[in-house]
């Protein structure tokens, strides 16, 4: 059984998507804010039904939330980068405890590969991303070593419709 949303617990199986399911995806994921009316309308079901099928979504966790799309240069983080981390054996739980923490990280994952664990920053500047390196990533216990790559430009890819 999969580990459930953010570390709860186990979630049933993911039931099958179908081609109602996933337009109604790819709507929400271009617009957050859409309306359950404009949604039932573009798949062509009744609101109720769009409402069923978005709430029956959320609580099989599909749809983990909703959010904005943030342009981080703009909210004053200008500098971003990926953070590669060497772990020791067995500690990612810990480690991702802590990584939830650090200000600015916006997306962990463990990978397989040369590294252990792929972190993505967003911070005001580089004084704050040499902050966050040098004394708050490389104090962790578990962290064996970082390697950091300063990301030039980035663009969020709107979902294929």
């Known amino acids: 059984m999969a580990e459930g949303q953010e570390g709860v617990g186990p979630l049933a199986p993911a039931r099958p998507l179908d081609a109602i399911d996933q337009d109604i995806l790819r709507m929400l994921q271009a ?27 959320v609580e099989d966790g599909v749809i983990r939330g909703f959010g904005a799309r943030v342009n981080h240069e703009r909210a004053g983080h200008g500098t971003s980068a990926y953070i590669t981390l060497k772990i020791v054996q067995n500690t990612w739980r810990t480690v991702r405890e802590q990584l939830r923490q650090l200000p600015g990280a916006s997306h962990i994952a463990l990978v397989g590969g ?35 790559l300063l990301v030039f430009e980035e663009e969020d890819l709107e979902p294929q419709g």
Do not use: K
């Not at 804010?33 to 029956?56: F, G, L, P, Q, T």
């Not at 920053?121 to 966050?132: F, G, I, M, Q, S």
């Open 31 to 57: 617009d957050g804010r859409a309306s359950i009316r404009s949604v039932a309308e573009r798949v062509h079901v009744s609101r109720a039904n769009a409402y069923a099928r978005i709430n029956r979504l």
């Open 114 to 148: 040369d590294f252990d664990v792929l972190l993505l920053v967003h911070t005001p500047d580089n004084r704050a991303l040499r902050e966050l390196v040098l004394t708050r990533l490389q104090a962790i216990p578990e962290v064996l070593s970082t390697r950091t």
